[in-house]
């Protein structure tokens, strides 16, 4: 039997399609560009069939680079950017306007309505989530009462709403199948967290009838198999979650305080909290990180708006180095940061902050200060703020961390990773898979079919490429948080509303 799986890695700026061997290996991988579209300030969209249609390239590509047809691969996973929302007909399978992107913000003036009634504190005990544009429920009530045909097909019984994973789903399956996944679920504000169904009293209040939503099916379990017309043969489609939570899953954290971390262009971080939910009181999003069989784990969840992001605007903006890597080197070329920390609230500050309004600065400056200070300051800054969420997740679940594992682009950085677990006070692990989210994928969907026996099996393969060891006193540690937040302080509220 074959032993070969398939993970499709629908992102927000591509999609990829990579072939992995049972020992986690990549046979080979391909990738195509997507496009986002700003029709309007505030505004993303995209084309759902330029997603399906790039998607489906990655899918065919891989299977010609490795002279494979459908038939040999024993299971395909999926994994998705989030929250992105797409309407479609029911009959003839095409979608009725733009993929509502995650970032779009279309819907702020309707979320300030729920909150002004108070209706967000019900969306938060339900849902787990914020009140936000972000989130894929409003979107749809948007769509309902924008798009004309919309209202007039979900009358008709015809409208099918779908995150990324759904519509890939739909795609997949030649239109037989309208199912999403539950991590995916999870990120709609219409989905109930505790009961695992869709929520009829959000649901109502939005105007969005139950119908048009697909079935939730569990992380791991065979879904459906793709239409052997697409890619000559066929195969289960076996695993889905969405990207956090896939990553999360490909980095073996399957234990109740185990996290991982992201260093990309923001930071992503997201820990198991075991079997129930753990209601934020820091400003985090409560989720689940997945469902196997009947059981559902849950997660915390923060971000850091941004992270590399930082680092990009030191080599474009400032025009401090050429390249990324050189940063590594000038951080370690000064004993410290010279009193300078760097808050990089470019966007205002998310967690545990939430202000707005906040925007960056540099503090500490003196005559000595040089081009290598500001760059360690800066790296220290992504430290910073992850570490920030990071305690949250510790007070808001009650239990301390056990172990941060990371991955992302920034993740490259060993003076970044070491000062991370200086702060943390615990051990920070890269592993050498890298292509985690991808790798999650491929877990879910060959663990529902036997090509791992169980989660044992695939902690096995999770290997550890480096380990970071705190190197310093937790005083020193807190003392260095301390004095972060005194910088924060004067980040925050600096544009008036
Ligand atoms: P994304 O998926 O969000 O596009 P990646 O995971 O590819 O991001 O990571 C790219 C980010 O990591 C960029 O913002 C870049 O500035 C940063 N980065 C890449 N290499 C390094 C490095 N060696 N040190 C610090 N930052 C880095």
Known sequence: MSQIIMALDQGTTSSRTILFKENAEIITQANAPLNCYYPQSGWVEQVPEEIWSSQRQTIAAVLAQASLSMNDIAAVGITNQRESTIAWNRNTGEAIGPAINWQCRRTADYCEELKAEGFDSLLKNKTGLVTDPYFSGTKMRWILENIPQARKLADQGKLCF?????????????????ATE???????????????????????????PCETLPEVKPSSGVIAQIDPDLFCGEAPIAGVAGDQQAALFGQACFESGMAKNT???????????????VFSKHGLLTTIAWQIGDEV??????????????????????????????????????PDSGGVFVVPAFVGLGAPHWDPYARGTIVGLTRDTNRSHIVR??????????????RSIAKDSGKDIKEL????????????????ADLLGLNVTRPQILETTAMGAAFLAGLAVGVWPDQAAI?????????????????????????????????????VP
């Open 297 to 334: 784990t849950y997660a915390l969840e923060g971000s850091v708006f941004i992270a590399g992001a930082l680092i990009q605007w030191l080599r474009d903006g400032l025009q401090l180095f050429e390249d990324a890597s050189e940063t590594q080197a000038m951080a370690e070329s000064v």
């Open 459 to 495: 902690r096995n393969l999770w290997q550890e490429e480096k380990t970071f060891v705190s190197d310093i006193s937790r005083e020193n540690s807190d003392q260095k948080m301390e004095a972060w937040s005194r910088a924060v302080e004067r980040s925050k509220e600096w544009i």
């Open 263 to 277: 260093y990309g262009t923001g930071c992503f971080m997201i820990s198991n909290t075991g079997a129930e939910p």
């Open 162 to 178: 779908g995150t990324v994973d759904s519509w890939l789903i739909w795609k997949l399956t030649g239109g037989r199948v309208h």
């Open 377 to 390: 300051a800066s790296l220290e800054a992504i430290a910073f703020q992850s570490e920030e969420v990071l």
């Open 182 to 208: 539950i991590s995916n679920a999870s990120r709609t504000l219409v989905f109930n967290i505790e009961t695992c169904e869709w929520d009829a009293e959000i649901l109502t209040r939005f105007g969005i």
């Open 405 to 420: 594992r990371i991955d992302g682009g920034a993740a490259a950085n060993d003076f970044l990773c070491q000062f991370q």
